[in-house]
């Protein structure tokens, strides 16, 4: 099954990979020409947070997971190997400031529109978080209330697109220190003001309880803005680029 991983980066102070005419932008395109050369790499999202400036993203789309571990297990090495000629490093590893998380999530729709969709300049993520044992009942309780809420946002006036799905792995629990599971959201906005305006009107009020109630959740945390970069592998190493944005980071009280 189609898969997007996600990687969460914490920048060193100063480095600027969003800006190709700098050392950092040079490196990660190269790494981004690498991914889109590997078998099964569709495409790829990146750009910094806003609230959290020193955290940067990077999106890629593969046909299977599979895809992504031999990428990760070969010379095409996603975060920390040399470039396809084995001359030219492309690791990014210069720019963290301590290790990357990275997860996978097969989401529905795939491809993710709400963030490769030109028509969505805005992207919200909503990250919500439940123990490790939860039940396979409850699972399939979340995706049918999940897919309902996100069918209620995508009436006239609301969000353009979205996406929904579990994350694979286990994952750290924000401010917790334990691990859970994780259902990822993603919605594609005209503008910050359009997603603010949608979830004040009466129809999302009288549906949120779909998600505000959901059994086991722990956590939530939703985000917001940045400028996003999109490139898509075309007839296997040429691609195209599109400017997008991308808010991922401004985190709202447990539940």
Aim: with cysteine.
């Amino acid at each position: 099954m189609t898969v997007t991983s996600i990687a969460i980066i914490r920048l060193k102070d100063g480095v600027q990979p969003e800006d190709p005419n700098t050392s950092a932008g040079t490196l990660l395109q190269g790494r981004v020409s690498e991914i889109l050369t590997s078998p099964g790499a569709q495409r790829c999202y990146w750009g910094r947070a806003i609230e959290s400036a020193d955290l940067f993203y990077l999106l890629v789309d593969w046909n299977t997971l599979q895809d992504h571990v031999d990428f990760t297990t070969n010379r095409y090495g996603y975060l920390t190997k040399l470039n396809i000629s084995g001359k030219t490093e492309t690791d990014l590893s210069p720019l963290f400031n301590g290790a990357p998380t990275v997860y996978h999530v097969e989401l529905t729709a795939f491809p993710p529109n709400a963030i490769s969709k030109p028509m969505s300049p805005v992207a919200e993520i909503v990250t919500i978080y439940f123990p490790s044992n939860l039940s396979t009942e409850s699972q399939h309780k979340i995706v049918s209330n999940t897919g309902k809420f996100r069918s209620v946002l995508a009436d006239p006036g609301g969000c353009n697109a979205s996406s929904g799905g579990w994350i694979m792995e286990e994952v750290e629990v924000p401010g917790q220190g334990n691990k859970g599971r994780a259902f990822v959201m993603i919605f594609g906005w005209d503008s910050i003001e359009a997603h603010t305006e949608c979830v004040k009107t009466p129809r999302v009020q009288e549906h949120v309880h779909l998600i505000a109630e959901l059994e086991g959740t722990t956590r939530w945390t939703v985000g917001l803005a940045a400028e996003l970069f999109t490139r898509a592998a075309i007839e296997g190493a040429s691609a195209q680029v599109e400017k997008r944005q991308l808010d991922l980071a401004q985190e709202i009280p447990e539940m």
